[in-house]
Nanobody, 124 residues
Framework: QVQLVESGGGLVQAGGSLRLSCAAS????????MGWFRQAPGKEREMVAG????????YYADSVKGRFTISRDNAKSTVYLQMNSLEPEDTAVYYC?????????????????WGQGTQVTVSS
């Protein structure tokens, strides 16, 4: 199992940047694909970005391509989400999550381990 703790959320003006971090417990972080998800009030949880445990390969939702960048530091057991050119529509609670070890998937239903979330609010 892996435990996940997000940080780095906050309030930012439109056009600004934030970097989210997700620290993982355990010594097998390098075996987990990692994803960033978000959920706005009244909306379904959606995958924003993902990075596979091997390769790595990356995934981005169309709405964030060119603005968000996912990266990982296996030595620090941490995954990051650099968010630039933020828009009010990016306002949501952001979660990091992982599917079972050695799995590569961008299907939210396959993700089993979740952090508690961090709020991102973008003002216009």
């Amino acid at each position: 199992q892996v435990q996940l703790v997000e940080s780095g959320g906050g309030l930012v003006q439109a056009g600004g940047s934030l970097r989210l971090s997700c620290a993982a417990s355990g010594r097998t972080f390098n075996m987990y694909t990692m994803g960033w998800f978000r959920q706005a009030p009244g909306k379904e949880r959606e995958m924003v970005a993902g990075i596979s445990w091997i390769g790595p390969n990356t995934y981005y939702a169309d709405s964030v391509k060119g603005r968000f960048t996912i990266s990982r530091d296996n030595a620090k057991s941490t995954v990051y989400l650099q968010m630039n050119s933020l828009e009010p529509e990016d306002t949501a609670v952001y979660y990091c999550a992982a599917p079972p070890r050695r799995t590569i998937t961008w299907d939210v239903m396959k993700y089993e381990y979740w952090g508690q979330g961090t709020q991102v609010t973008v003002s216009s």
